[in-house]
């Protein structure tokens, strides 16, 4: 069993909908991050998050501790945000840990 | 944002070539660097975390004389990919941490190395 565990695998949407993305982890962690990688592979950090909510732009991410459950959210969204979005997290022992990623694909 | 930068981005090699891939932070002392591989529709693998001035830690599994890590400086980590083979074909990233803030990581853009 992968210590993240992402939802959906693959998101289609049409431009201007609101997303969200799901994450699941295991393990007690320091922190929370989101990533972006787009087709041919470059990795974009988005957000590292411990507790509560981040913004930024179009973007928000949210967690809870409690429930270890982090979510990322895309409002009004664009085909330029098709790409894959990796949860990963920040174990306490310092270790970090992937989950498989979920393609979101946005139609014009 | 700090930055980490990897160089090539791309490479195509011969099959029994070696490679070399830097992973370099631009702006910040990075005395972690983490090491990355990626196969197709797969989430990262770690495949060995190195500081600055010592040996790199290996994940189990990863051939410790096949990938050769050196970290010799604050800004610099180096992957060597030892007579490369095809099954050696990936994208290799890199990823660095502050001083005192090891939560905090950074990413470089990735490698692509196809083995022919």
């Known amino acids: 069993k992968n210590e993240v565990e992402q939802s959906p695998q693959n998101l289609t949407a049409q431009e201007g909908e609101f997303i969200t993305i799901n994450c699941s982890y295991s393990v007690g962690i320091s922190a929370l991050h989101w990533l972006q990688q787009h087709p041919g592979g470059g990795i974009v950090s988005l957000f590292m998050?411990?507790?509560g909510k981040k913004k930024h732009g179009r973007l928000i991410a949210t967690i809870n501790i409690q429930e270890k459950h982090s979510s990322l959210h895309i409002t009004a969204s664009h085909p330029r945000d098709s790409a894959v979005y990796i949860c990963?997290?920040?174990?306490?022992?310092?270790?970090?840990?992937f989950g498989r990623g979920t393609q979101l694909t946005v139609w014009p | 944002g700090a930055v980490v930068s990897q160089h090539p981005s791309r490479v195509i090699c011969k099959s029994g070539t070696s490679v070399k891939i830097e992973c370099r932070s631009l702006?910040?002392?990075?005395?972690?660097m983490f090491w990355y591989r990626q196969f197709p529709k797969k989430s990262l693998m770690l495949m060995a975390t190195?500081?600055?001035?010592?040996?790199?830690?290996?994940e189990q599994g990863v051939e410790k004389d096949k990938f050769l890590i050196n970290h010799a400086s604050l800004t610099l980590s180096t992957l060597t990919v030892t007579s490369a083979h095809p099954e050696d074909s990936s994208f290799y990233i890199c990823?660095?941490?502050?001083?005192?803030?090891?939560?905090?990581?950074?990413f470089g853009p990735g490698t692509r190395l196809t083995v022919l």
């Open positions: 998050l411990s507790s």
């Open positions: 190195s500081n600055e001035g010592s040996k790199a830690t290996y």
């Open positions: 990963a997290v920040t174990s306490t022992l310092g270790r970090l840990y």
């Open positions: 702006d910040f002392q990075a005395t972690t």
């Open positions: 990823s660095a941490s502050f001083v005192g803030i090891y939560n905090e990581q950074f």
